[in-house]
Structures are given as structure tokens and as C-alpha cells.
């Protein structure tokens, strides 16, 4: 079992940084590959970047492409979301996932999930 707890959201000016984090438990965490989806209100979870698990690929989706960058400490059990250039069409509420493999995956074939953080983006 692992248990995901992410931090850092809140409310922000359009063109503001971001960095969300998540924590995760247990001691095999090289062995996850992680990710980051976001649900905006009334639209479907959408994924936002992924990583292996030893760090060395990353997938991001073209909403975030020069934007965001996913990264991850595996000494920390924590994965990062550094979001640059924020914009309105940001806010979400931002679900880190774990994904029992070290491959990574864009789908939400994802076997935990976070309870969520709030992003919202003032214009």
C-alpha cells in the first residue's frame, strides 16, 4: 500500500510559479513511476506529467510543454511539480499518482492516487 499526500497548491496571480509536491509512503519508491493529473471543475481528470521510476524519462502533456516540469528525489519518497507561467485555464485540483511499475503511463492507469491540491489562477 502506498499513501500519497501532496502540498504546495494555492491561489495565485496569472504568470505566477508553483511548485506542488508529494510525498509518498513506504520504501520502495524507485519502483513507482509517478505522476500528476488535474481535474477543473465541471471537466474530466486530464494528466498533466509523468516520470519512471529512477528518474531518467519524463511525458508531459502539451498543456504543460515549456511550463511544467515534473522531477523527483527518490531519497525523499517526493515528486515535484515545478508549474511556471500559470495562467486561469490552470485551476484545478491537482492529483499526484502512483503507478505500480517504474514505467510510465499518460493514461490514468494509475494504482494510487493523492487526495488532491487546489491551484487556482487569478487573471
Known amino acids: 500500500q502506498v499513501q500519497l499526500v501532496e502540498s504546495g497548491g494555492g491561489l495565485v496571480q496569472a504568470g505566477d510559479s508553483l511548485r506542488l509536491s508529494c510525498a509518498a509512503s513506504?520504501?520502495?519508491?524507485?519502483?513507482?513511476?509517478m505522476a500528476w493529473f488535474r481535474q477543473a471543475p465541471g471537466k474530466e481528470r486530464e494528466f498533466v506529467a509523468a516520470?519512471?521510476?529512477?528518474?531518467?524519462?519524463?511525458k508531459n502533456a502539451d498543456s504543460g510543454k515549456g511550463r511544467f516540469t515534473i522531477s523527483r528525489d527518490n531519497a525523499k519518497n517526493t515528486v515535484y511539480l515545478q508549474m511556471n507561467s500559470l495562467n486561469p485555464e490552470d485551476t484545478a485540483v491537482y492529483y499526484c499518482?502512483?503507478?505500480?511499475?517504474?514505467?510510465?503511463?499518460?493514461?490514468?492507469?494509475?494504482?494510487?492516487w493523492g487526495q488532491g491540491t487546489q491551484v487556482t489562477v487569478s487573471s
Open positions: 499518482a502512483a503507478r505500480s511499475t517504474p514505467w510510465v503511463s499518460t493514461t490514468q492507469q494509475y494504482d494510487y
Open positions: 516520470i519512471s521510476g529512477s528518474g531518467s524519462l519524463m
Open positions: 513506504g520504501r520502495t519508491f524507485s519502483r513507482f513511476a
